[in-house]
């Protein structure tokens, strides 16, 4: 039964690829053939003019729309100014000082804080969150943004994270309550969450600039919008899988609706919830550099302003300073996580809250000290040191020396790998793309996801973008193999080798959260502007959540069942190979689920070196500000990351009804 | 009546920004290149001088139309026309935007070479001597034609229509941004490897790096719009890029809230030479931005306060 069951499927899919590989190798003679222009370029009078609706929409919206007594872009420019105030008093305390009046008329009226009140604070969090070790891990994260100069810049990333982040845990904790609450709204809700994290944020960026102005207040905006869904889904899951029993307690307890949800759900989801507390501060220091073309300064600008007069090192060291502030702030809200209850301590005011006292105290102290003494107040700019010579040497040396071995390496890849991969995906006839994707998604998942592939695929077809459609599944379908292929036997070395995991994994933090432009441009030295310097870039980023979730995924693999496989005596080889792997499926392609989505959200990135893809499309039509056409185009992106979602989700739902977990 | 008014202009003279005018901040839009930040921070610093409030904002070169059209924003001081021009024309379309004239800037763009690769391709910079040499600056993608790095796409530049027309035997390949043009530009200056590519001036590279422009067949509008003209008589774009200027834009509400900066924001002129000299200060001699205006205001006190003097 299975076997014939298996053959089926095979033949299935060697029918789809077989099928496909003719059209896609003489779709040409067809055309040819037949005269039918059709074949290979989708007729322009069937395009939908999508485009211009949507900017007349949205100019409406910004010009027009009212509600009787305020317009729509007053009520935006209303929460504008209620984020900007807390945000303004943020970067007053903690780099402007507070004046009144302005230019030469100002008057200071208080400093801001010292960097050193700064760190003694961030050290104080530290100590109080786990122990000394984490203490002098976030003192020394912070240190690194002293010595290295970037304090005031660093500090104005510090304020819009600590707005961003807030806004974004506190809103996806009541939207995924209410999702948890009403069934209807769980529903309507996830596809948004799907668009929020998979259209390019420069797909929607003029609109939000229209709408809430000018400045680090659209910023924030456009990063609450990328970095809140993992936190409404988390809540979502985290309420769910709390246990019936404490549900049960509670309402034996005689909990009201309210009282159950605040006083029991969320308390015992807190150790859930705050793994999306953590995922919603590593996605807006992702944002740091988009956030900083719009306004927001800080270290993004930067990297930006370094990379555009190819001063590499001064790249990397601003790109480090947000992978340190990152690191800081990571294993600060993840202690937390784990943080116990103490017992308070006796004894008076001081000696009850020490360290409280030693903050109150190091900034009065710091306060006075800095009027005499300006060391006190900013880190000396005597003091502060450069590593950028050194990595502009280092990197003409690696130039000059292994040049024409990257070329020769290049050429390889390119002609064997790149190229036909390239001609196969360019060469399907949009007709049978649709059909071919939805043939796909039906077999894999059913007739409902199959009709929505391809209904999907329509949507950019009939927008007229089937041809940088195509280029963008090709550059991200290799970048993704390169990346698993890659990923995962590093996962699983993370997984079976503790001292080499932490490492490796480091390594992936690292890389997720350095600035994608910090390497960029070294990949663009090295390799030419060109598709294959865009797949490297593609794959360094994407590559960290294939690592993770392979490791991930042999770690829990339940004991019992290696337990059982010793017992019969497998070798660790057959130990991988037989038990642990084929158990990890899911989490593998969970994996490469994720790996799929981080490619396609590089794409824009990617159009910076020139490749010709979607990315370039949003690319384009932001710097025409034509918000029309970037959002048709962040759309397309968006579809194929669904219809990839869902092919994956249904093909890990069948491996597990498999393997019965 | 004259009276009153002469009076009027004399205490203007004197006190040339405070008589009716805003004491807002004036906001002058900062972009990523240091050129721009020294213009901008040349022009913010005299107008604090004429005693306005000012403040820079950060924000992206095109996106930043939208800023100016509400009036979030209200001084752009660098609009190239080979770049913006498009952007430009469609915010002055809504008369939000009005253009307060050239900053003196000319903007040169065109095919661009290291001077080592004179002695491998003699004839240079004549664009006829690229005829006989493509092979030279071929590489594995694009052999056996030569490799020109052409700008981001958005920037036109019509060079895929160039090279046909006037018979080039040239791929040409995008750069998505102007960082990634340079970087290539430094690792094969770095190897003296051939390249030919789309270098603008004023910018830094042309005067960190040895080279030339091509010198093309002049441009003239003619050339781009008749087939007719030029050394390809059934083809348009056989020529040089066009030269322009370098444009300052503002909000339109601020010549009616700060009279008297809009003025010397028109006023405002600066030469190729002084502002290269300025550029190569803070990008190849480390300088800060500050210093490097403060340094050429000291000197040049009569131009500057020429642009607030009534």
Redesign the interface.
Request: charged letters at 15%; aromatic letters at 12%; hydrophobic letters at 55%.
């Given at each position: 039964m299975t076997a014939r069951l298996l053959r089926s499927g095979t033949l299935f899919w060697t029918v789809l690829f077989a099928v496909t590989w003719v059209l896609s190798s003489y779709s040409f003679q067809l055309y040819k053939a037949f005269d039918a222009r059709w074949i290979v370029r989708f007729p322009k009078k069937w395009q939908l003019p999508l485009e211009d609706r949507i900017s007349d929409f949205l100019d409406w919206l910004v010009e027009d729309a009212s509600f009787h007594f305020f317009s729509f872009r007053d009520l935006t420019r209303a929460i504008a100014a209620l984020i900007e105030a807390p945000y303004q008093v943020l970067r007053n305390v903690l780099i402007e000082g507070f004046s009144s009046g302005?230019?030469?008329t100002a008057v200071q009226i208080a400093p801001s804080l010292s960097w050193l009140a700064v760190i003694v604070t961030i050290m104080a969090v530290g100590h109080y969150a786990r122990d000394w070790f984490l203490s002098v891990l976030v003192g020394v994260c912070f240190l690194y943004l002293a010595v290295f100069g970037q304090w005031e810049s660093a500090m104005i990333t510090l304020a819009s994270v600590l707005i961003a982040v807030p806004i974004g845990v506190i809103g996806g904790l009541l939207l995924g309550i209410f999702a948890y609450r009403a069934r209807w709204f769980e529903r309507l809700i996830q596809p948004v969450l799907d668009l929020m994290q998979t259209v390019p944020v420069f797909a929607y960026?003029?609109p939000i600039?229209?709408l809430f102005?000018?400045?680090p207040v659209a910023a924030l905006v456009a990063t609450v919008i990328y970095a809140m869904p993992p936190m409404v889904r988390i809540t979502i899951v985290a309420l769910k899988t709390v246990p019936k029993e404490i549900v049960e307690a509670g309402m034996m307890a005689g909990c009201r609706k309210r009282q159950m949800m605040w006083k029991v759900l969320v308390p015992s989801a807190i150790p859930t919830l705050m793994v999306g507390v953590n995922q919603v501060i590593m996605l807006t220091l992702n944002m740091v550099i988009i956030a900083?073309?719009?306004?927001?300064?800080g270290l993004g600008?930067d990297v930006?302003?370094s990379?555009?007069?190819?001063d590499i090192g001064g790249g990397i060291e601003a790109g480090l300073g947000i992978v340190v502030m990152a690191i800081a702030l990571d294993r600060a809200s993840q202690a937390f996580a784990d943080r116990s209850a103490r017992h308070p301590l006796d004894g008076n005011l001081l000696q009850r809250h020490p360290w409280s006292g030693t903050v109150v105290l190091v900034i009065g102290a710091t306060l006075i000290l800095g009027q005499f003494v300006p060391a006190v107040q900013t880190y000396p700019d005597a003091l502060t040191i450069t590593t950028g010579p050194f990595w502009s040497d280092a990197m003409?040396w690696i130039?000059?020396n292994f040049?024409d071995t990257f070329?020769a390496i290049k050429?390889v890849i390119?002609q064997w790998l790149l190229l036909p991969v390239k001609k196969f995906f360019t060469g399907i006839p949009w007709a049978w793309g649709i059909i071919a994707t939805g043939l796909m998604a039906w077999r894999v998942g059913g007739w409902k996801i199959g009709l929505l592939a391809a209904l999907l695929m329509t949507f950019i077809a009939t927008s007229g973008l089937w041809p940088k459609a195509m280029v963008t599944i090709y550059l991200c379908g290799v970048s993704v193999l390169i990346a698993t292929l890659i990923g995962i036997p590093l996962g699983i070395w993370a997984a079976e080798s503790p001292r080499a995991g932490r490492v490796i994994l480091g390594l992936m933090d690292t890389l997720q959260t350095l600035p994608s432009?910090v390497y960029?441009?070294?990949v663009?030295?090295?390799f030419?502007?060109?598709d294959f310097s865009a797949m490297i870039a593609v794959i360094l980023y994407a590559l960290a959540p294939a690592v993770r979730y392979a490791a991930h995924g042999l770690k829990e693999v339940p004991p019992a069942l290696i337990e059982a496989g010793l017992m019969s005596g497998c070798t660790r080889r057959q130990l991988l190979m037989r038990i642990k792997l084929p158990l990890a499926t899911p989490q593998l392609y969970l994996g490469l689920n994720q790996t799929i989505m981080l490619a396609l959200s590089m794409l824009v990135i990617?159009?910076?070196?020139?490749?010709r893809d979607l990315g370039?499309e949003v690319?384009?039509a932001?710097?025409?500000?034509n918000a029309g056409q970037g959002i048709v185009a962040g759309l397309s992106v968006a579809f194929i990351a669904i219809i990839t979602d869902r092919i994956i989700n249904a093909l890990a739902a069948g491996q597990r009804d498999r393997l019965g977990i | 009546m004259k009276r009153v008014s002469l009076a009027l202009t004399a205490m203007l003279a004197v006190a040339p920004a405070l008589a009716a005018e805003s004491s807002d901040p004036i906001k002058l839009t900062l972009h990523d290149w240091s050129g721009q930040l020294i213009t901008t921070t040349l022009m913010g610093e005299v107008l604090k001088k004429a005693g306005y409030n000012v403040e820079y904002v950060q924000a992206d070169y095109i996106a930043q139309f939208a800023g100016l059209k509400t009036g979030d924003l209200h001084v752009a001081m660098e609009i190239w026309e080979t770049t913006g021009r498009e952007a430009m024309d469609a915010a002055f379309e809504t008369g939000d935007v009005v253009n307060l004239g050239e900053t003196g800037l000319q903007a040169i763009e065109e095919w661009w070479y290291p001077a080592y690769m004179k002695e491998r391709c003699p004839g240079l910079p004549n664009w006829e001597a690229l005829k006989e040499c493509a092979g030279e600056f071929s590489t594995p993608e694009t052999a056996p034609f030569g490799r020109y790095l052409g700008g981001p796409v958005t920037w036109g530049g019509f060079d895929d229509e160039r090279v046909e027309a006037l018979g080039l035997d040239f791929e040409v390949v995008h750069a998505g941004t102007d960082a990634a043009l340079f970087a290539e530009l430094e690792a094969a200056y770095q190897r003296q490897d051939p390249i030919v590519l789309w270098v603008y001036a004023p910018h830094w590279a042309p005067a960190k790096y040895d080279g030339e422009f091509v010198e093309f067949p002049p441009f003239s509008p003619e050339c781009y719009s008749d087939p007719s003209v030029g050394v390809n008589p059934d083809a348009a774009y056989d020529c040089g890029k066009p030269r322009g200027p370098i444009w300052k834009v503002s909000w339109a509400g601020l010549a009616e809230k700060w009279p008297g900066a809009a003025k010397a924001i028109e006023n405002f002129n600066l030469s190729n030479a002084d502002y290269g000299a300025m550029v190569t200060e803070v990008d190849l001699n480390g300088k800060s931005i500050d210093d490097t205006v403060a340094a050429w205001m000291e000197g040049n006190k009569d131009t500057w306060t020429g642009w607030i003097a009534k």
């Open positions: 302005y230019g030469d960026l003029v600039l229209i102005g000018f400045g900083s073309m719009i306004g927001a300064g600008f930006l302003a990379l555009r007069r190819l003409k130039n000059v040049f070329e050429t390119l432009f960029l441009i070294p663009v030295m090295l030419r502007v060109g990617t159009a910076l070196v020139g490749t370039q690319y384009i932001l710097t025409k500000a | -």
